[in-house]
């Protein structure tokens, strides 16, 4: 669960990141953030896993209050979130097994939950033959796929996604997002900022559009803009 | 925390310590050098008041008389000296005692002593005391006894050497805190390449969840690796060096004579000392160097 009360967060130089939003995402939910860039997409997302904190009002994601949360908690909240970045950040001196048992071991999971649920993850994302591959031996796509089984694997009840398929092309795209919907089917919250049109049109789901700051339109089943 | 953890954290720093080994081989010299410029204070320190307390435990107060003191005041004196508390042992010395000391001085140069007989001299109690930190007192006190002359008793020569003493241990200090910044901003920032080097890691295990310990941790093995291999290498050096100081000061003073006077502390009565304040020297400048370089990539 998020959930969003008049939040406001302005930056130190005077950039409006993010004007008076309240919204509420349910557990389950999977919702797309749309807008043009700067619009404040990522804010909304940096909000979420509090790498900023939000000027005015109140945050909440899971059972944490993000706008007076201490610095100390921070590690606990980010472990009950999975997220996902456009560039993938993956370690490259790391296979693609313990980039994804990297994620488990700091948080300090046992060695043979590691040895389960490395296995699941990258079988959900369709990497278990290439377990013992370098990240700079595989697509694009793929390396996002990756990301993704790292986002998963301690499974998070949220998952945020800030441009996903922004370095992929259309097709790779598709699978990604195909995923995330999976993962989504399998009870994870998604919340997902994108610039991907054909995509959000044809998935109908819950989209939120932002323009410098505000969320101007929030629609359940929603297509990329109102125009058509 | 848990073992798998610490362990995970001890092999990361010393991979890291192997992986930047140009960089570590610099900080551990850096360490190196400071700590034996801290030796030679330290050193310098300990020989000055070692020498000072044995001067100090041989230091005697001697209680001169008045040479017409009656019979029950010197007994009087002599008791209040044996009671003492403060009191080791204690010499009695009669007036003829002193004049056979006379004479047996100036054995060639007789003349000197014509025309005086022990009348002239005074009797006299050299006494020892235990602890030498209550030798004003003692002097004083005694000194205000009916038929007591004098009191003579070094103190003004021995607070002159105190204050030098005094004065080295503040400035030893002084200097000692300067190396210790200037290592510790030296260590901090050869440890910053190995976390500049892997602030993508940093900031995944931010974005997971990792807590700022966690990071933390094998930087600051690390820098406790670098500082101790430092202190370790120096304490070596300081060792050798010391020795051969050592066999070198005591040969001198023994040709000139003055080898009760002067003498070094032998290392083997301070080497553990000194081991153990090089190595934690060593490893705390390690560990903070560490840490203030990781400071600023921790928040994200």
Same mark, same amino acid.
């Given at each position: 669960?998020? /959930? ?11 950039c409006?990141?993010l ?22 997409k ?19 994601? %899971? ?9 100390? /908690? ?6 009950g ?19 994804v ?6 948080v ?29 031996q ?6 996002q ?9 301690? %499974?998070?009840?949220?998952l ?10 259309? /097709? ?5 997002? %195909? ?8 009870g994870t919250t ?5 610039h ?10 819950r989209?939120?559009?932002? /323009? ?17 | 925390?848990?073992i798998?953890?610490?362990k995970?954290?001890?092999?990361e ?10 960089? =570590? ?21 300990i ?11 041989q230091?005697?107060?001697v ?8 019979? &029950?005041e ?10 003492d ?6 010499v ?20 000197? &002593? ?27 006190e005694?000194s205000k &006894?009916?038929?007591?002359?004098d ?25 000692l ?21 892997r602030?993508?890691?940093i ?7 990792a =807590? ?12 406790a ?16 060096l ?5 066999s ?5 003073t ?9 003498? &070094? ?16 020297i ?19």
């Amino acid at each position: 669960m998020i /959930e969003f009360r008049n939040v406001t967060k302005l930056y130190p130089n005077g950039c409006i990141g993010l004007q008076n939003a309240t919204f509420k995402i349910e557990k389950g939910e999977f919702v797309f953030i749309v807008g043009p860039s700067g619009s404040g997409k990522s804010t909304l997302l940096k909000l979420m896993l509090r790498e900023e904190v939000p000027t005015e009002g109140e945050v909440y994601v %899971n059972e944490f209050s993000i706008h007076d949360m201490p610095r100390r /908690e921070v590690p606990y909240l980010r472990r009950g979130l999975g997220i996902v970045f456009q560039d993938f950040r993956l370690l490259p001196n790391k296979t693609v097994y313990e980039n994804v048992a990297f994620a488990m071991q700091i948080v300090e999971a046992q060695p043979k939950d590691i040895r389960r649920q490395v296995p699941v993850a990258l079988a959900l994302v369709g990497l278990s033959k290439k377990a013992k591959v370098y990240p700079n031996q595989l697509s694009g796509g793929e390396q996002q796929r990756v990301a993704l089984a790292r986002a998963i694997v301690n %499974n998070p009840s949220v998952l945020l996604a800030d441009e996903p398929t922004g370095n992929l092309d259309p /097709e790779t795209s598709w699978e990604i997002m %195909n995923l995330l919907d999976e993962i989504n089917q399998r009870g994870t919250t998604v919340v997902v900022a994108t610039h991907e049109k054909s995509i959000v049109d044809q998935m109908k789901k819950r989209v939120f559009n932002i /323009e410098r700051g505000i969320i101007v339109r929030d629609v359940q089943e929603g297509n990329y803009s109102n125009e058509d | 925390m848990k073992i798998r953890t610490m362990k995970y954290m001890v092999k990361e720093g010393f991979i890291n310590t192997q992986r930047n080994l140009l960089m =570590s081989l610099a900080s551990v010299s850096m360490v190196i050098a400071s700590l034996l410029i801290f030796g030679l204070f330290l050193m310098l320190i300990i020989n000055f008041s070692y020498n000072l307390n044995r001067l100090k435990a041989q230091m005697e107060i001697v209680v001169f008389l008045e040479p017409d003191v009656t019979q &029950l005041e010197a007994d009087s004196i002599e008791l209040k000296i044996k009671n003492d508390e403060r009191v080791l042992a204690y010499v009695k010395k009669t007036k003829e005692q002193a004049y056979a000391e006379l004479l047996q001085i100036y054995l060639e140069d007789a003349e000197i &002593l014509e025309g005086l007989s022990p009348d002239f001299l005074s009797p006299s109690f050299t006494v020892h005391l235990k602890n030498v930190d209550d030798s004003a007192a003692f002097t004083e006190e005694i000194s205000k &006894l009916q038929g007591v002359e004098d009191v003579s008793y070094p103190y003004e020569s021995l607070k002159k050497l105190s204050t030098v003493l005094n004065w080295i241990n503040a400035g030893s200090m002084v200097v000692l805190t300067l190396l210790l910044v200037i290592s510790v901003s030296i260590i901090a920032n050869t440890i910053k390449l190995t976390v500049y080097a892997r602030r993508r890691e940093i900031e995944i295990m931010k974005y997971v969840g990792a =807590s700022d310990w966690f990071i933390r941790w094998p930087f600051i093995i690390e820098g406790a690796i670098i500082g101790f291999a430092g202190a370790l290498t120096s304490f070596i050096l300081t060792s050798y060096l010391y020795n051969s100081l050592e066999s070198y000061v005591n040969s001198h003073t023994l040709e000139y004579g003055i080898s009760d006077l002067i003498k &070094l502390v032998p290392l083997g009565n301070v080497s553990g000392q000194i081991f153990i304040i090089y190595a934690i020297i060593g490893m705390v400048m390690g560990s903070v160097g560490s840490v203030i370089s990781v400071r600023k990539h921790l928040n994200v």
